[in-house]
Structures are given as structure tokens and as C-alpha cells.
């Protein structure tokens, strides 16, 4: 009965599932709705939170692919790209140029400058060592193709 509802989905893909449908959306919740009276943590430290809380998901969905013999077709990274696939990659593309031009286009100001720099140094949101700024390029590139890759191809 069930394997005509989930499809063959094996116990570690239902742990996975849950986890990031429930667990995760959960925790975050909870921890958004905690006093702030703790330390503020430092822009690594939050970089390296983050690090761990995708990259253990992912780290579970490649070690559950590689047991379970599922290709990489099965989470969508199908080449040659389907037809579908060509048009959201389009769409993305534009999306991208529309976002990329955005800021080239408006009247920029030093002091919009100043004040956008400073609510992201107050929210300490701003890389402040070399060390930090290489975490936030790990976390973009891991949030941007982890993310895709857990909740469009496998969810």
C-alpha cells in the first residue's frame, strides 16, 4: 500500500524527508522564537552553524543514493537537459540579468552606501576576516546547489 503512495522510497529517504519537512523548519522556528539574550556569535561561527545544518542533510542524500544504486537522473541532473529543463534555466537566466542589472541601474548614493554597510555590520552579517569570507562563499555555493538538490530533486 504504501510503496503505491511513496514510490521505492527506503527508510533513510523517510528519515530524510522528515527531517527536512519537519525537523528542520521546527528547529529554526523554535530557536526564532527563543529570547536574544545570548552572545551574538560571530559571523564565522554563524557561517560554520550553517555549514553543518545543509551539509549533513546532503552528506545522508548522497550516502542514501550511493546504497540505495539511484543515478543521478533520479534527482533531476538529467544531460542532455529536457526541453523543461532548458525553459527554467531561461527563466533563471533572466531572472539573474533582471537582478544583476537592478543595482546598475539605480542612483547610487554614498550615503545609502554607508547606511546599508552599517545595519549589516550592526546585524553582524558582514565577513570580517579572510577566513569568513571564504566560509560565505562555501555556505552560497552549498545553499544555492545543496538546497536544489534536496527539495527539487528529492523531495
Sequence with gaps: MFEAILGPLNIVDLLLIAGLVLAIPAFQLWKSLQAKSAPKASAAQRFARSLFRIGVPLLLLAADWR????NASSL???????????????IACVVIIVFAANPLLQKRTTEKDAALRARLDEAGMLAETPRD?????????????????LYRGFL
Excluded: H
Design 67 to 70: 546504497t540505495a544504486g539511484r
Design 76 to 90: 533531476g541532473l538529467d544531460i542532455p537537459v529536457s526541453f523543461r529543463g532548458e525553459i527554467g534555466l531561461a
Design 133 to 149: 569570507l571564504v566560509l560565505f562563499v562555501l555556505l552560497a555555493l552549498l545553499i544555492g546547489c545543496g538546497w536544489e538538490l
